[in-house]
């Protein structure tokens, strides 16, 4: 299958601060990526889907002015969590769609946890 | 709004023995069907696509798809201690949005 990295694996960091994280398809383009959270024994949860050269489509409830996604290449999203709180320690977990044929499938990253202290 | 409908378990089964674990979903117009298992602190990992009416073999695992009922299922042969985990049945439609299922989880003892 398609590889996802992310970066970095694990973050702490202190309340009010910003925290970026890296999404990168490793052996494919992907014009499409998305950002899940995962709260503990709960299920995924979309945030947002980010395209290539434009702006991202965030989902109801997701504050688009707090996480902030950039996908300035074919191989590179980014999410940057500003000001963050502890109620937004969670597992941050991106996608890369792959498009095969007429239809696609999407490969997860290896996650992202973060603790806001 | 799309449903993806899954029984959270968890499923208990012996080692050795067949684990079934079964999904539902809403949206008629949907075309791509996808089997995710996730352990227990890592992110999900792929682990069958089925497109097409039918059964679907690769290695121990069998995805089965009934489009006329809206359901698509996940058979583990041979079940090991190391297939425990959480199962996501995740469905495709044509806006091209995965649409997941809460997971089952699945416990194979010993």
């Known amino acids: 299958g398609a590889v996802v990295s992310q970066h970095p694996s694990r973050v702490i960091c202190k309340s009010g601060t910003s925290v970026k994280i890296e999404c990168r398809s490793l052996?494919?383009?992907?014009?499409?990526m998305f950002w899940y959270r995962q709260f503990p024994k709960k299920s995924l949860m979309l945030m947002a889907t980010?395209?290539?050269?434009?702006?991202?489509?965030?989902e109801q409830g997701v504050e688009k002015d707090k996480f902030l996604i950039n996908h300035a290449s074919l191989t590179l999203s980014t999410l940057t969590v500003t000001s963050a709180h502890p109620e937004d320690s969670s597992f941050y977990i991106c996608?890369?769609?792959?498009?095969?044929?007429?239809?696609?499938?999407?490969?997860f990253g290896p996650g992202t946890r973060l603790l806001v202290l | 709004q799309k449903e993806v409908e899954q029984n959270s378990g968890p499923l208990s089964v012996p080692e050795g023995a067949i684990a079934s674990l079964n999904c539902t979903y809403s949206?008629?117009?949907?075309?791509?069907f996808f089997w995710y298992r996730q352990y227990s602190g890592k992110s999900p990992e792929l682990i069958m696509s089925?497109?097409?009416?039918g059964d679907k073999e690769d290695g121990r695992f069998t995805a089965q798809l009934n489009k006329a009922s809206q359901y698509v299922s996940l058979l583990i042969r041979d079940s090991q201690p190391s297939d425990s985990a959480t199962y996501l049945c995740?469905?495709?439609?044509?806006?091209?949005?995965?649409?997941f299922g809460k997971g089952t989880m699945l416990l194979v003892s010993p």
């Open positions: 996608s890369a769609r792959l498009p095969s044929g007429r239809t696609e499938t999407q490969y």
């Open positions: 052996d494919f383009q992907a014009t499409t």
């Open positions: 980010s395209n290539e050269g434009s702006k991202a489509t965030y």
């Open positions: 949206d008629r117009g949907s075309q791509s």
């Open positions: 089925i497109y097409s009416n």
């Open positions: 995740a469905v495709l439609s044509g806006y091209s949005t995965l649409t």
